[in-house]
């Protein structure tokens, strides 16, 4: 099956898309560099101060996951290079990572 309802925001050259409705309740971070049109995974490793190992789940190639969200809007902050998802189900608005 596919996945449904994720976000997606735009940063320069490259499309960070996560979460969506799935059979898990897990989503990886996928990057698409425009320019090469590529997929690629992003390896996300929690900081402790905006993500912790407890918000999410760490799997046996050693990729941390996100919990699944779907339906929400998901927006850039530049100043802060964080992105953040707002609402959607399960219910929740959260800050899901930094991108320094």
Do not use: C
Not at 36 to 56: A, H
Not at 73 to 85: L, T
């Amino acid at each position: 099956t596919g996945i449904l309802f994720g976000g997606m925001v735009s940063i320069k050259n490259i499309i960070f898309y996560f979460g969506g409705y799935s059979e898990t309740y897990w989503s990886f971070l996928y990057g698409f560099n425009i320019e090469t049109k590529r997929w690629f995974l992003i390896n996300i490793i929690p900081d402790g101060e905006t993500t912790s190992i407890s918000d999410g789940r760490i799997n046996q190639d050693g990729y941390f996951l996100l919990p699944v969200l779907y339906s929400f809007s998901a927006v850039y902050i530049d100043f802060k290079k964080e992105i953040h998802g707002y609402l959607g189900f399960p219910l929740q608005s959260r800050r899901f990572f930094s991108l320094n």
